[in-house]
């Protein structure tokens, strides 16, 4: 009798032990993670608070000034967006392509396990050994100068490697279940992987794109080098071999070396304006899958 | 059945044709399919290559003028006196990304926790889009809010005289691979099955007990998938390092002297020298070098996590 | 620069495939570029970069039919691509054709001299500092003075940041001020700093700070101290009253011509010396 009260005791006594360990470190965790948070809204704030006030239509839209203050990011703004939107198109489908490859085709051996530590170090290669790669392609070789079409295939050289290995990864997470079904169906491999296992992972594939869209938005090194420093000064060039700085650029020109009466404003609405639009891009990127939840 | 009327026999053919014709069709296309991404598998190589061949071309022309050993192993750069040292460069940068990824793991982890197994699903979505509005803003934004937020206080709370090193490129090198590393880390989470979580439950494991034993290890290749591109994020970066770390060929170790790494002297100086100088070739070397320690790094991180995996 | 053949076949074979879909641009642009003769590429300096898009946007409205695209990455870019041939004209900090500042010089190449560029040493504007004569600075530089109160400063240790090495203003400090005094490039008291905008924050966000600038640059956080007792302004400068200032220089391969010769004649023409370049606060050479 006295032994089996001890021992529910005992049993209790640790089952109140694991509880309040459960809570501490839940706290702990949860208060951790709300102080990152509030980093990064207090960084966030710090970036708007000055320049959101002062975004009009004409800086939106309006060429730049070298002299007088009032000047606008017209083209430098349109040249990102043209540029993350070409780049996106040429590393989309080799991206995704080469992570369906790792994670569906390839045999599971040496040679691969190679090929996958080679993606993930051009991973880890600074934008700047990109960016003169890019110059010596673009610029020397082909001797086009510095255009929006030479900074949009480095920029996509330089999102490949990352959109691989999420793709990859998500892929990989896919329950072999789910294959085993299509393919008794009757589907070849490949109307399996379009069908079946690119739905199912595509969140983890649109987590990728946002990352490397986000990334691209904001690369600065790649673009300086073979995208230039300046804009054709026209509003809604498509030209491919227009000069093609773009965002930050213009942001890094101001605050390094600008002369310009109101450079300090510019800096400060270029990175608001810089931080919205990332904002707006993460929204776009992931509203498909938005959609498609709601539906649900 | 046998006798089977001309009608007949030409039906069958036809329709044999027609299946067979499908089948080519479709087996073609999916030989099709498979050859596209072997392409791109082939693309990413030849970039690699590539750039490993544009970057080497120019950097092994270094050791015309420099001995291997001074370069490796000598603490002294200064180009003008002849002297190429890159070892400060080399033990900088292994240097400052151990430091970051030891900041920046356990918080990155905590918030993905966070994120995917205890905040309630409405904040889920928010708190998402707010970490990758943290991927995009570009670096030298950062750097510009290390520069000016960062330096005067690190340089008010330690005494340091200059307040730039390696402290603070940590600090700006954390919250920049936080959003990649939790990010990530979240998807890998989320992708641990539900049942697995409910059989802890049924067990009587509490909500940390699940973490800790079920979750976490069950998403531990896509953890490390998270921490090697963070990593790699973390030693690729040089816009925001260049502004924060002080561009000084010295020791650092102390975290709050001056010093460089190979990222950031690179940035310094390669647009600033000529082509055709030693001091050129040596920063593709550095370029190369760099390139070498972080595939040395993702292999040496792959083999523990195979290992890890087969236990 | 010579490149192998395996090289231009490596670079062939990878850009094949991502230059597909531009290819048809590409047919017609260089359709387009053979016809238009009138190209000019500007590269080089940004510290120039403000004078020269400017200029480039004048330029473009007298001369609509030229195409001009400038760009900048650093001084030494100037002559090298010109050198190259991927620009027809270099914007450099110092006159490439000579050997400035341990950089060889650029044969073959042509200087012009377009404008006087006024440098400033600035200090925090806190500071109590507001003259230093050049021995000073040197000795400031050397590590020889290393506090404030040597110079009649308070009691602090003076944190001396410095350019990247190869940048135009640096250049131009070493070359006017140091004279030869070769710059202490250690201690816990020493950084570098990419660009000048980088300079200013550096200097404003230290009290104890001292640097050195395009005398265009300072305001807000930072005073420019005066030089040997000579306060830094561009009449000064103008006057050669104030040492410390340098030249930009374009560069063209041998003599310019066409277009190039139009838009470097444009820069140095009355007008745009007393109009533009004036406002952006260089000093007229013309």
Redo the contacts between chains.
């Keep these: 009798m006295n032994d089996q009260a001890t021992l529910l005791h005992e049993k209790t006594s640790r089952l109140h032990i694991r509880r309040l360990m459960n809570r501490l470190i839940l706290g702990v965790v949860i208060i951790i993670s709300l102080a990152v948070f509030f980093v990064i809204l207090a960084l966030l704030y710090t970036i708007v608070k000055k320049g959101l006030p002062n975004i009009n239509i004409h800086f939106l839209i309006g060429p730049p000034e070298e002299i007088d203050a009032g000047g606008g990011v017209g083209p430098f703004l349109w040249n990102s967006i043209y540029i993350l939107v070409l780049s996106l198109l040429l590393s989309l489908p080799i991206g995704i392509g080469a992570g369906i490859f790792l994670a569906e085709y390839a045999p599971n051996n040496r040679i691969m396990e190679w090929v996958r530590g080679a993606i993930e170090s051009l991973a880890s290669v600074p934008s700047i050994v990109f960016g003169l790669f890019g110059y010596a392609l673009f610029v020397e070789y082909f001797q086009i100068g510095v255009t929006i079409l030479g900074a949009s295939i480095t920029l996509a050289l330089l999102n490949l490697p990352v959109l691989a290995r999420v793709s990859e990864e998500a892929i990989t997470a896919v329950p072999s279940t789910w294959k085993e079904a299509s393919f008794a169906l009757g589907a070849t491999k490949a109307q399996t992987i379009i069908k079946t296992v690119l739905p199912a992972a595509k969140k983890g594939i649109l987590t990728g794109v946002s990352l490397v869209a986000c990334r691209a938005f904001g690369e600065s090194a790649i673009i300086l080098l073979v995208g230039g420093t300046s804009s054709s000064g026209q509003m809604w060039d498509f030209h491919l071999f227009s000069e093609g700085a773009t965002l930050p650029v213009h942001l890094w020109y101001i605050q390094s070396e600008a002369l310009v009466a109101d450079a300090q404003q510019i800096a400060e609405k270029t990175s608001a304006l810089l931080v919205l639009m990332v904002l707006f891009l993460s929204f776009i990127v992931r509203f498909p899958l938005w959609l498609s939840q709601r539906k649900k | 059945m046998e006798k089977q009327s001309p009608d007949w026999t030409d039906a069958m053919n036809l329709l044999t044709a027609h299946r067979q014709s499908r089948w080519t069709v479709?087996?073609t296309?999916?030989r099709?399919?498979?050859f596209?991404?072997?392409?791109?598998?082939i693309?990413?190589?030849?970039?690699?290559?590539?750039?490993v061949?544009?970057?080497s071309?120019t950097g092994f022309l270094v050791f015309r003028d420099v001995s291997l050993s001074e370069f490796f192993f000598s603490p002294h750069w200064?180009?003008?006196h002849g002297k190429y040292g890159a070892a400060v460069f080399i033990a900088g940068t292994l240097y400052l990304t151990l430091v970051t990824l030891l900041i920046t793991t356990p918080?990155s982890i905590?918030?993905a926790?966070?994120?995917a197994e205890?905040?309630p699903p409405w904040l889920r979505?928010w708190?998402r889009?707010?970490?990758?509005?943290?991927?995009?803003?570009?670096?030298?934004?950062y750097g510009?809010?290390g520069?000016?937020?960062l330096?005067?206080w690190i340089?008010e709370h330690t005494g340091?005289?200059?307040?730039?090193g390696f402290l603070a490129a940590a600090l700006v090198l954390s919250?920049m691979i936080?959003p990649?590393i939790t990010?990530?880390t979240d998807?890998?989470l989320?992708?641990v099955p539900n049942e697995w979580r409910e059989a802890n439950y049924a067990l009587g494991g509490?909500?940390?007990?699940m973490i800790v034993r079920v979750v976490l290890p069950a998403a531990k290749?896509?953890i490390a998938?998270a921490v090697?591109?963070g990593?790699?994020?973390a030693?690729?970066?040089?816009?925001a390092v260049?502004?924060v770390i002080?561009?000084?060929?010295?020791w650092g170790f102390d975290l709050?002297?001056?010093s460089s790494v190979l990222?950031s002297h690179?940035?310094?100086?390669?647009?600033?020298?000529?082509?055709?100088s030693t001091t050129n070739h040596a920063l593709y070397m550095m370029?190369l070098l760099?390139?070498m320690i972080?595939?040395s790094l993702?292999?040496l991180i792959?083999r523990l996590r195979?290992k890890g995996g087969a236990s | 620069m010579k490149r192998t053949t395996l090289w231009k076949r490596m670079a062939a074979a990878v850009l094949s495939s991502a230059l597909l879909i531009g290819a048809a641009f590409t047919t017609q642009y260089r359709a387009d570029a053979a016809e238009v003769s009138g190209k000019i590429v500007v590269a080089g300096s940004t510290a120039l970069l403000p004078l020269t898009q400017q200029a480039a946007k004048e330029f473009k409205k007298h001369h609509p039919k030229v195409k001009i695209v400038v760009s900048g990455s650093s001084s030494i870019a100037g002559p090298q691509s010109v050198a190259k041939g991927v620009a027809t004209i270099g914007a450099c900090d110092w006159d490439a054709t000579r050997a400035v500042g341990g950089f060889p010089a650029y044969k073959g190449l042509k200087a012009y001299k377009i404008a006087k560029i006024p440098f400033a040493v600035i200090v925090n504007k806190n500071n109590a500092v507001n003259n230093l004569s050049v021995q000073q600075i040197q000795d400031i530089y050397e590590g020889k003075i290393t506090n404030w109160k040597q110079v009649g400063g308070k009691d602090e240790e003076i944190v001396v940041i410095n350019r990247a090495k190869g940048s135009g203003t640096r250049v131009n400090f070493e070359d006017k001020i140091m004279d030869g005094h070769a710059i202490k490039t250690s201690g816990d008291n020493y950084k570098e700093v990419q660009k000048s905008g980088d300079m200013v924050n550096a200097v404003s966000s230290n009290p104890n700070a001292i640097g050195f600038v395009d005398l265009a640059y300072v305001k807000g956080g930072i005073k420019a101290v005066s030089i040997n007792g000579v306060k830094a302004t561009t009449a000064n400068a103008a006057s050669g009253k104030y040492v410390f200032y340098g030249y930009g220089y374009l560069l063209t391969k041998g003599e310019a011509k066409g277009a190039d010769k139009a838009f470097i004649n444009y820069i140095l023409s009355q007008k745009f010396q007393h109009g533009s370049l004036k406002k952006l606060k260089f000093i007229p050479v013309k």
């Design positions: 479709k087996y296309a999916d099709f399919f498979r596209l991404c072997l392409g791109s598998v693309f990413l190589g030849a970039v690699l290559g590539a750039i061949l544009f970057v071309e200064d180009p003008e918080i905590c918030v926790v966070f994120i205890i905040a979505q708190l889009t707010l970490l990758d509005l943290l991927v995009g803003i570009p670096s030298i934004v510009y809010l520069a000016t937020l330096i005067p340089r340091a005289p200059v307040g730039d919250i936080l990649t990010r990530i998807d890998a989320c992708a509490t909500t940390f007990q290749s896509g998938a090697i591109l990593m790699a994020r030693i690729g970066e040089t816009m260049v502004m002080g561009n000084v060929a010295q709050v002297t001056p990222t690179i940035v310094m100086q390669i647009l600033n020298v000529d082509f055709q370029a760099l390139l972080s595939i993702i292999m792959r195979l």
